[in-house]
Nanobody, 124 residues
Framework: QVQLVESGGGFVQAGGSLRLSCAASGRTFSRVAMGWFRQAPGKDREFVATINWSGGSTAYADSAKGRFTISRGSALNTVYLQMNSLKPEDTAVYYC?????????????????WGQGTQVTVSS
């Protein structure tokens, strides 16, 4: 059974940092692209960041550029999202997702596997 489990969410003040983790299991995720998406209350789910199978290619939403960094663990079945300089507008449930292929995508419809999400709340 494929499973993606996020952790690291929480409550932080504006300007603070959080590191989200996503552990994948149930199949080989070392050769698939993975990504992070988020959904704020009353809003559609939106793309945050994506990384290819090797970690050599990444893409970010404009809102994340310069503040967030996506990376993969050495075993390649773990993906991280380092979030710095957090703003209240970053408050959302953050979801980890995995594709069935090696290349990155910014579209949520391109991802086959999803985690349950982890809440990030940034206070002003």
């Amino acid at each position: 059974q494929v499973q993606l489990v996020e952790s690291g969410g929480g409550f932080v003040q504006a300007g603070g940092s959080l590191r989200l983790s996503c552990a994948a299991s149930g199949r080989t995720f070392s050769r698939v692209a993975m990504g992070w998406f988020r959904q704020a209350p009353g809003k559609d789910r939106e793309f945050v960041a994506t990384i290819n199978w090797s970690g050599g290619s990444t893409a970010y939403a404009d809102s994340a550029k310069g503040r967030f960094t996506i990376s993969r663990g050495s075993a390649l079945n773990t993906v991280y999202l380092q979030m710095n300089s957090l703003k209240p507008e970053d408050t959302a449930v953050y979801y980890c997702a995995a594709r069935g292929t090696i290349s990155i995508s910014t579209s949520d419809s391109a991802y086959a596997y999803w985690g349950q999400g982890t809440q990030v709340t940034v206070s002003s």
